[in-house]
């Protein structure tokens, strides 16, 4: 799935300039079913026909919506879904 998102969406990959006083990177966050599984590398093990939908969502967004663990910092957040969910 790597290789398709990076065809026909490359901008999900990029972190969008920062202010300076975050303490944290933030980073572009990969959820299945809404559940965090990391960075964009996870979709590289991940089967096409396996996925029924997928999107973006910014880093606001995705920070007001969805849970990481720890503190993570999101700078956006790529949204998987499997099977039938």
């Given at each position: 799935?790597?290789d398709v998102v990076e065809?026909?969406?490359p901008r999900w990959f990029?972190?969008?300039?920062?202010?300076?006083?975050?303490?944290?990177?933030?980073?572009?966050?990969?959820?299945?079913?809404?559940?965090?599984?990391?960075?964009?590398?996870?979709?590289?093990?991940?089967?096409k026909t396996a996925v029924?939908?997928?999107?973006?969502?910014?880093?606001?967004?995705?920070?007001?919506?969805?849970?990481?663990?720890?503190?993570?910092?999101?700078?956006?957040?790529?949204?998987?879904?499997?099977?039938?969910?």
């Amino acid at each position: 799935m790597h290789d398709v998102v990076e065809e026909l969406r490359p901008r999900w990959f990029q972190i969008r300039a920062v202010g300076s006083l975050q303490q944290q990177t933030p980073e572009i966050g990969v959820f299945v079913n809404r559940v965090y599984q990391g960075g964009p590398a996870v979709l590289r093990d991940m089967s096409k026909t396996a996925v029924t939908r997928m999107e973006y969502m910014d880093g606001p967004q995705a920070s007001a919506r969805l849970r990481t663990p720890g503190a993570t910092a999101l700078a956006g957040a790529i949204l998987v879904q499997t099977g039938g969910n």
